[in-house]
């Protein structure tokens, strides 16, 4: 059962390292849109920018299930997929 209020097909953005290289996710933030990033932690350009499905993330990552009551304006963190993610505004 898909965890998030928002539907499947919503957007996220996320980047080519999660996608295309294989870097867990280990930044999530929830915007005041309701909109919702899902990054690797490193340094971007624009050219690193992805949007997908909220739906495919999930599939690629089902870890992020755990936020999906985070509230809008919110982050979590974590240093390695192996971690417990961690809130903070």
Not at 36 to 63: I, T
């Amino acid at each position: 059962m898909f965890p998030f209020e928002n539907r499947e097909n919503a957007a996220a953005i996320t980047c080519t390292h999660v996608l295309k290289k294989g870097q867990p996710i280990l930044y999530a933030y929830h915007d005041e849109d309701d909109d919702w990033q899902f990054l690797c932690g490193a340094e971007h350009g624009e050219a690193d920018a992805m949007v997908v499905s909220l739906k495919e993330m999930y599939e690629h990552d089902p870890s992020i299930a755990d936020l999906a009551t985070l509230p809008m304006g919110m982050y979590a963190e974590r240093t390695s997929k192996e971690e417990a993610w961690k809130q903070d505004s």
